[in-house]
């Protein structure tokens, strides 16, 4: 069982940016493929950008590709979310994922690949 907890969003303005975290519990971090979702207000949540257990291996929605940078510090149990030159349509609680035994280098995209989830942090883009 791992526990994950996100912090890092706020409140900024269009143009802006914010450095989301997420720290894990447990001493198996390392071993586990993660992921950043997000869900806006009355929309489905959607994959943001994912990171293989080694952090050699990451990938973007295309909504979000050169803007953000997903990475992650295996020593301290956390991943970042970078999020520059933010958009109004970036506004959404913003979730960490975990998922266990992942394949060697193998980044994941959807929901159901994961197995742990944090609670969520707000980000609010003002125009």
């Known amino acids: 069982q791992v526990q994950l907890v996100e912090s890092g969003g706020g409140l900024v303005q269009a143009g802006g940016a914010l450095r989301l975290s997420c720290a894990a519990s447990?001493?198996?971090?390392?071993?586990?493929?993660m992921g950043w979702f997000r869900q806006a207000p009355g929309k489905e949540r959607e994959f943001v950008a994912a990171i293989s257990w080694s952090g050699g291996s990451t990938y973007y929605a295309d909504s979000v590709k050169g803007r953000f940078t997903i990475s992650r510090d295996n020593a301290k149990n956390t991943v970042y979310l970078q999020m520059s030159s933010l958009k109004p349509e970036d506004t959404a609680v913003y979730y960490c994922a975990a998922k266990r035994l992942p394949l060697r280098s193998r980044v994941y995209t959807t929901e159901p690949e994961y197995d742990y989830w944090g609670r969520g942090t707000q980000v609010t883009v003002s125009s």
């Open positions: 447990g001493r198996t971090f390392s071993s586990y493929a």
